[in-house]
């Protein structure tokens, strides 16, 4: 039901828009409505048409209020005020005019912000193009989205064991029983040694099915992807190789030799594998020649299944029917109770969240990218709060420009533009600031962050997409509170005199400084807490002397067999201490094995970590002896029939006078001797039990360790030595003590970006306070003035001016510490043996962030507090 | 159709001219407008509200509010001593003007 007395109210209520109507105004326009209206229904229309026509023929509260503009308003901008105003070029003029007449009557202002801005967006430019990096691997497969790796996982002491091979059958198997899988490849990897004509060169040759070329997008430059691998003594090999190995010649059909295997003719040449992708290779061969009998054995899981599924594929599908593949091809596994199930992981998901056994290449880490992001924000919080600050804090010199604006005529939305336009060009400006530096630290960051990222990567259309919207977020994200606060400026009061209004922005500019400074003590926090722990790392003895050890790894099976007389002849130099073959080399790299001890029954098999030694392992490596005796040549039982615990197995066996009890883990043998404690992992892993065994076919890695400061000369015999037993090998060596930082590499790099980080953010803030103070000490010129006058010396009226911004910096760190606290106590719970946190480090902190404060407010106020008297109060 | 121009000019005058006769209301006005002009001066009904203020500004009119017979507010403009004698001086300049448009251009064009 159409109601006309609402339907009048309505349009009265939407005429009180138009400012300029007085309320008498409006009621005779009413009057006139209805008179109209009156009108209408007499000639006999409804009420709700009669309403319709009168408000056509009288008007809308636009089209009344334009009339009423025209006879009544000269306009200036030629728009009636209630009117969103057009976007005026010669305004736009004026606004850049002011904003650069700002700038440079403001010069250091300016410059904080741009520079803050600036290295805020650098870290966030920075880390753009490290996600962007990240989060590209593997995606140039056209059919990224349709590949999985087939990957076995098992149960084990209630711990999902997945690892990414798996056996050969399986991928011929998958084809046969999954239609929806389409195609199925196996890829495994080797070291070979590639011969042709004189060159010779120790590369890793990678062999898949054919089907590769259609799974996965590398391009062939020469040759048939289809028929490339068919042969079986074909060879593909990627640009790089070509020119490495044929320089210019054509290399379809030539012949490269693998040195102890065959001759292989190469059939292709691919393109090089992208950086992004999780496995790159020189050298494809066809898997069948490769695999050998392993074709056919389920129980040797060397190799890779990649899969590609049809469109629509569901892994939920593949999950729900594999228990009856399992039971089918393995069922052998089910009946020993072994929980063992296949996992298909995405292709696109592998570098990011993949860390699992046998991985191809070490991947990505999701955690990292969050930690990154963090820091990157962080920063850029920081400058954005300074920009805030210093448009908050001197706002009096904008108050009166937005006053008479606003009388002649802007309104509110656009003194709103204007300001936002302005830290947006601020934003610009920092932008090409950030970009040049971004491009000046590219380098450092690729050190940074193990990436070889171009400056190309720059300029990418995605990149640029990403600098644009960083661009703008900031700029909205500096500018709104300011434009908020001056545009809701009242221009009267502004226009008043010189009595501003007391603005009450100074709590939220208070808030924003302790939050920076928060951000940065947070920084510090982490950095030193990260360096007391790799301090701990370096200095707690690790139960074995790592400094001086040379390690070799004995990948020759020439050396192998001669080990014993490679030690003897290492022996005769005086610079070498002593030498010990082993399987010994940090990290994970002992081997995991069920064993028996005395008066255990016959089918329990508890697991534990054993190495394979020789004669001189302790004595070399220095590890101590607590009980019983050093393997011995004296004692030939002593190879292969004796073992040596470290004490945390002695503990964990359940041996109790372990000395002569029996013991196997290969041979049956008797315990002869038990070890200190030595850490063969990282700081991460607790010390687990662990047994030493001789067994020279177990030898991987020869440890010589020299004496001191003759390293260069040594390594030199070394080289000689090596040369003269296995000639087809390059020598290769490492320092033990380098080995073991290695182990460290993820939490040194987190400690140079939080060291980084904790740099520019305080870096940024203390600029801010900087600025900060100098505002502050400005507007109080006067009150110093008549406080020198009065007396004051100018060490009172230096802590005077610092005073506040100390208070600040101090619950600031009330803030950080427990944030800071929690952050890290959860990165050290990562590590099995940690640093304690002293209160110290906090302390520290502490002093740290207030004293960059004081220097920094310091000059300020001291300036302030020199100044003459007389020159602040002349004018009054 | 009359021209916006001349709409403008001719706007106060007629005003006047209406309210010579006797105090009226916005509504009517227009009213008798569009009957003295045969319909040629079809005032739009929001233009007339600012004209009148701004008449009542310069002293040219008065208005009151009255009461109507319905119970409806109505504001009734008067013409002042001062809207007479602008009346008087805007009928004298119409005139010369008239009077020039006959001589310089008589007989009058046929209208089509």
Known sequence: MFDLEKAIRDWRKNLRRIESFEDGYIAELESHLQDEIDRLIRVGLSDEEAFKKAVAIVGTAESIGLEYYKTNVRPLAGLPSWKASRFSLALLRNYVKTAVRKARYQKAYSFINVAGLAVGMTCCLLLLLWIQDELSYDRFHVNAGRIYRAEHAMLREGKDFRVASTSAPLAPALIAEFPEIEKAVRIGDNGFWVVYRNSRFMERIFFADPDVFDVFSFPLIKGNPKSALQDPNSLVISEEMSLKYFDKEDPIGKTLTLKEWKDFKVTGVFKNIPRNSHFRFDFLAPFSTYAGRNLNRWGIYNYYTYVLTGKGFEPKSFDAKQAVFVQKYQGNMIQRGINFRYVLQPLTRIHLYSHIHNELESNGDIGRIMIFSAVALFILLIACFNYINFATASYAARTREVGIRKVIGANKKQIIGQFLGESLLISLLAMISADLLAALLLPAFNTLSAKSMTMNALFEARMIAGMIALMLLTGLLAGSYPAAFLSSVRSAAALHGPGLPRLKASALRNSLVIAQFAISIGFIIATLIIASQMNYIRNTNLGLDKEHVIVIPLRDENVLKQIEALKNELSGNTAVVRASASSFFPGKHTWNQNYWREGMSENEYPMIRWMAVDHDFLRTLDIQLVAGRDFSRNYPSDTGGSYILNETAVKETGLESPIGKQFKIIEKGTVIGVIKDFHFDSFHQKIEPLALYIYPSGFEYLSVRIRPGRTAQVLGFLKQKWDDFAPDRIFEYSFLDEDIDELYKADIRLNKIFTSAAGASILVASLGLFGLAALTARRRTKEIGIRKVLGASIAGITIQLSKEFLAMVLLANLIAWPLAYYAMEKWLQGFAYRTTVGMGTFVLSALVAALIAFLTVSYQSIKTALANPVESLRYE | ?112
């Open chain 2, 1 to 112: 159709m009359i021209s916006k121009a001349l709409m403008a000019a001719s706007t106060k005058p007629i005003i006047l001219s209406i309210l010579l006769e006797g105090e009226d209301y916005g509504y009517n006005i227009i009213q008798r407008v569009k009957e003295a002009s045969g319909g040629s001066l079809d005032w739009s009904d929001g233009m007339l509200y600012p004209v009148l203020q701004r008449m009542e500004k310069e002293g040219l009119i008065n208005s009151k509010w009255i009461i109507s017979d319905e119970g409806r507010h109505r504001k009734y403009y008067t013409i002042t001593d001062k809207g007479l004698k602008e009346l008087e001086s805007e009928m004298i300049q119409w005139r010369s003007v008239y009077e020039a448009l006959t001589r310089l251009c008589s007989p009058l064009p046929a209208a089509d």
